[in-house]
Nanobody, 125 residues
Framework: QVQLVESGGGLVQAGGSLRLSCAAT?????????MGWFRQAPGKEREFVAG????????YYGDSVKGRCTISRDNAKNTVYLQMNSLKPEDTAVYYC?????????????????WGQGTQVTVSS
């Protein structure tokens, strides 16, 4: 069982940047797992943001953040990152880190079996 903890959220003005971190804790390891970021805004469904395969060699993104976000991982540190630039008020949401055993690039919530508690990102106008 993988346990994940997100950090790095906060308040930022439109056009600004944030870097979120997701660390596996305790005995957990993410080195053999695909990792992803999701977000959920008030009144909206949980949305896929970004994913990275276990090696870090391939990344992929949801349409709403393409060109503005970069996901990366450091398996030696058991940590995944989400760099977000050119932030918009529409990016305001709770951001969740998740882990998957899927062999191909997972984009659906049900393909992930471990989740963090989330970190709030608020983008002001």
């Amino acid at each position: 069982q993988v346990q994940l903890v997100e950090s790095g959220g906060g308040l930022v003005q439109a056009g600004g940047s944030l870097r979120l971190s997701c660390a596996a804790t305790g005995r957990s390891t993410i080195s053999s797992r695909a990792m992803g970021w999701f977000r959920q805004a008030p009144g909206k469904e949980r949305e896929f943001v970004a994913g990275v395969v276990s090696s870090g060699g391939s990344t992929y993104y949801g349409d709403s953040v393409k060109g503005r976000c970069t996901i990366s991982r450091d398996n030696a540190k058991n940590t995944v990152y989400l760099q977000m630039n050119s932030l918009k008020p529409e990016d305001t949401a709770v951001y969740y880190c998740a882990s998957s055993s899927a062999r191909w690039g997972p984009r659906r919530s049900y393909e992930y079996d471990a989740w963090g508690q989330g970190t709030q990102v608020t983008v002001s106008s």
